[in-house]
């Protein structure tokens, strides 16, 4: 058995990166993109964001011996029978398009052009996996869900994804607008890494990481 505060986080995507590692701070733990250790992107070929979360830390840990923490994360529609789902980050380029942020959001809101406001319901999901080693029989797997509406146009600077039509009911802004603070405490990646950070706290202290045997 060893220790380390050192993971590898299964993304490469910087708002990602910046959340965790604001979320993670009490933990003390040193998180780094995957490419910065010369991982490639993992084949997402999972049917949900359990399985593709599980794909994407084994990979990462698998290639490079290091305790990895993946999220997969999406928005669900509910006018669109759960779509884009799993497929959020590449909703837009599935479609033809290039793949951003911008033109996710883009192809989104033609989508949903003639839906009402009242019927523009949906949430946002987040599966956490963490696996100690690429071989770990006992994954820990955390999800959170942020319930909300969709605008019909952008607001807000701040976030990434979808946040700038996710509007939040409770705080009457949509979720980049919120303050980061604000964000990482109702946010579907909050709750999860949250939650992930009590059990991990509990199960192995608030400083060390146990990984391997």
Not at 13 to 31: C, D, S, T, V, Y
Request: net charge negative.
């Amino acid at each position: 058995m060893y220790c380390t505060n050192d993971w590898v986080l299964a993304s490469n995507n910087a708002g990602k990166l910046r959340e965790f590692n604001q979320l993670l701070a009490p933990l003390a733990i040193n998180i780094q993109p995957q490419a910065e250790l010369d991982v490639p992107d993992a084949i997402e070929d999972g049917l949900s964001f359990i399985e593709n979360a599980l794909i994407k830390a084994r990979h990462a840990a698998r290639l490079t011996g290091l305790p990895a923490l993946a999220d997969d994360s999406g928005l669900e529609v509910d006018a669109l029978h759960g779509a884009p789902g799993i497929y959020s980050a590449r909703y837009a380029s599935m479609a033809g398009g290039v793949k951003s942020d911008l033109a996710n959001m883009d192809k989104l809101l033609a989508d949903l052009k003639d839906v009402p406001t009242a019927l523009r319901t949906a949430r946002f999901h987040c599966v956490l996996a963490f696996m100690r080693h690429a071989e770990d029989p006992t994954p820990i797997v955390i999800q959170g869900t942020w319930e909300g509406t969709l605008l019909e146009a952008p607001a807000g600077d701040d976030g990434f994804g979808y946040d700038p039509i996710f509007w939040v009911a409770s705080h009457q802004c949509s979720s980049a607008q919120l303050t980061k603070a604000e964000k990482n405490r109702l946010s579907h990646r909050g709750q999860a890494v949250s939650a992930f950070s009590q059990r991990m706290a509990l199960l192995l202290g608030p400083n060390s990481v146990q990984a391997g045997r």
